[in-house]
């Protein structure tokens, strides 16, 4: 059983299309962080929050902590075949990160 | 351009072999990080280390071990290769705390165990 757990696993959409992944758990976190994983390479860092509650947007990705610091949510507007990949959310607990399984996001043109 | 930079992207091993997996940051961070991925499981912490010399288990560390003789390069060694070990491998590093700054990490090592 992971600490963290993602969702959806798979998700294929049309370019244009809004979308939303999840991340949840029953711990609570300091900070959590989302990464995107793209085929052959490591996680790239794509936002980090920390206050419950917090809310953070990166262009077309919006990234939502939860007010208990448990979960979180990253939705993507508009999305386009450049976001296609693995999306990663990482929970820190005394400074150790927990990473969920992913989901993994295909665009299609 | 920062980075974290895997010695090998692919490789090959026979069962029972001895494996080192070298891994080396230019940014000077204190903490390095190996993790394996595997399909459904995520990213699982092997060992990390937060100074020369220093190395601590993590979540998954049998069949494993670590070298920290430099800041700036952390390796992971197989002692024994098995195929239960094929797998990706990602070196990450981070500037304390991390959970502020978060990890870069490599391009990874595609492990394959035969």
């Known amino acids: 059983t992971q600490l963290l757990e993602q969702s959806p696993q798979f998700l294929s959409i049309q370019e244009g299309e809004n979308l939303t992944v999840y991340c949840n758990s029953s711990s609570v976190f300091s900070s959590l962080q989302w990464y995107r994983q793209e085929p052959g390479e490591g996680p790239v860092l794509l936002v980090t929050?920390?206050?419950?509650?917090e809310v953070k947007k990166l262009k077309r990705l919006t990234f939502q902590f939860g007010d208990a610091r448990k979960d979180s949510s990253l939705h993507i507007t508009a999305a386009q075949p450049g976001d296609t990949g693995l999306y990663l959310c990482a929970g820190a607990i005394f400074n150790k990160f927990y990473f969920g399984s992913g989901t993994k996001l295909n665009v299609k043109p | 351009d920062v980075k974290v930079t895997q010695s090998s992207r692919y490789l090959v091993k026979r069962t029972g072999e001895k494996v080192f997996l070298e891994c080396v940051q230019d940014?000077?961070?204190?903490?390095m990080f190996w993790y394996r991925q595997d399909p459904g499981l995520g990213l699982r912490l092997i060992y990390f280390?937060?100074?020369?010399?220093?190395?601590e288990k993590g979540d998954i560390p049998e069949g494993y071990s670590v070298s920290r003789e430099k800041k700036e390069r952390f390796s992971l060694i197989l002692e024994s290769a098995s195929t239960n070990q094929t797998s990706m491998y990602l070196c990450?590093?981070?500037?304390?705390?991390?959970?502020?700054?978060?990890?870069?990490f490599g391009s990874g090592t595609r492990l394959t165990v035969v």
């Open positions: 990450a590093s981070s500037r304390p705390p991390g959970e502020t700054y978060g990890y870069t």
């Open positions: 280390s937060y100074d020369v010399k220093m190395k």
């Open positions: 940014m000077d961070h204190e903490n």
């Open positions: 929050v920390v206050t419950g509650g």
